[in-house]
């Protein structure tokens, strides 16, 4: 845990610039919950015991009106909920409106993966941000619901197929770079909307950088393949792009991956049903097969599986990256 950053009863430190407001409103509620909580069952206890029916007790009459009573319960409550919505309302709007000069970045949900698109065209599985600077994210899903939740930074929105939504956040503090040695920890980043089977396995980390080491992160990003044999930039690719979360590369055909184990695959012929068939067919799986698993997942569908896989569009996997990983799979024994 940071030692600058605040951490609240119920929530992780906080790691952005919202995050004292969501955590200052949510205790104000809390704490008065529980104060009034407490109050009324007293109250009704003490009133138990003393105005209970028992021998010898003089049943009185109800009183019918007390102005002082009633103008007190009702201006009371009626200032401390005006003052909740004033302040949730307020934060709400800033939570809302990002500032002109925010940094955008794509961000990508899929059964069941994350994908982070960045301005100079370079991805990760991995979110990675400048510090004390305002960055928007622009949310899409490529299938069903997802929601894009981060704890650290108190933003939660959903991803919905078909639209775009957004949300913006400022950073406080970097972290480190995902070695568990470093004082300053990767955020947890979750999908916190039931996607189906790998729901609770659609994670990611969430680096936060100084601005001159996110340009040379990015930079790197950008030509990750760049000095790699097409072998070691196929494996890198198929791994940075989510592959891994559905296909197995150790001939592991449990229930743990969705889609077929691809190592020893080249060139063997698999049964397939082409889209619109009714019976199925024999392909091979080469160099274009494999494009137009990627491109058009749904155009022929191993038989035995369901058609589950997203598409990717050149936008999120380049045709050079698919090189790459066909080079990769067909190293795989
Ligand atoms: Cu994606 Cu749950």
Redesign the pocket.
């Known amino acids: 845990m940071l030692a600058d950053a605040s951490s609240s009863l119920f929530f992780p430190p906080e790691q952005s610039t919202f995050a004292a407001d969501v955590d200052g409103l949510f205790d104000f509620i809390y704490y008065l919950s529980a104060f009034f909580f407490i109050a009324i069952i007293a109250v009704m206890i003490l009133f138990v015991l003393r105005y209970h029916r028992r021998k010898g007790h003089v049943e009185q009459p109800s009183a019918s009106h007390n102005e002082v009573l009633e103008i007190t319960w009702s201006v009371i409550p009626s200032i401390l909920v005006g003052f909740i919505f004033f302040y949730g309302f307020t934060k709400y709007l800033d939570m809302r409106e990002p500032p002109d000069n925010a940094y955008e970045i794509q961000v990508i ?1 899929k ?2 993966s994350w994908q982070f698109i960045y301005p100079n065209g370079a991805d990760s599985d991995e979110l990675h941000i400048p510090v004390n600077q305002p960055v928007r994210f622009i949310l899409q899903s490529s299938d ?1 619901l ?2 894009f939740y981060i704890p650290a930074f108190r933003i939660k929105m959903d991803c919905v197929p078909q639209r775009y939504t957004n949300t913006w956040v400022i950073a406080k503090d970097i972290t480190g770079e995902g070695k568990d040695n470093s004082e300053h920890k990767p955020y947890d980043l979750f ?6 089977k790998d ?1 609770s396995r ?1 994670l990611a980390k969430v680096y936060v950088h100084e601005q001159s080491d996110f340009d040379a992160w990015l930079e790197d990003a950008a030509n990750y393949l760049e000095g790699k044999t097409p072998e070691e930039g196929g494996k890198l690719a198929f791994e940075k792009k989510g592959c891994t979360q559905c296909h197995s590369v150790t001939g592991d055909n449990s229930a743990k991956y969705a889609g077929p184990p691809l190592n020893g695959q080249w060139g063997t012929e698999r049964s397939v049903i082409a889209r619109g068939a009714s019976s199925p067919e024999n392909v091979v799986m080469d160099e274009n097969y494999i494009r137009e698993s990627v491109r058009e997942p749904n155009a022929k569908v191993v038989v035995g599986r369901k058609p589950i896989m997203p598409v990717f569009t050149p936008q999120q996997l380049k045709d050079n990256e698919i090189t790459a990983i066909i080079a990769y799979l067909k190293s795989l024994k």
Do not use: L
Request: proline share 0%.
């Open positions: 949900a059964q069941w069903v997802h929601s999908c916190a909307e039931y996607c189906g729901h659609m």
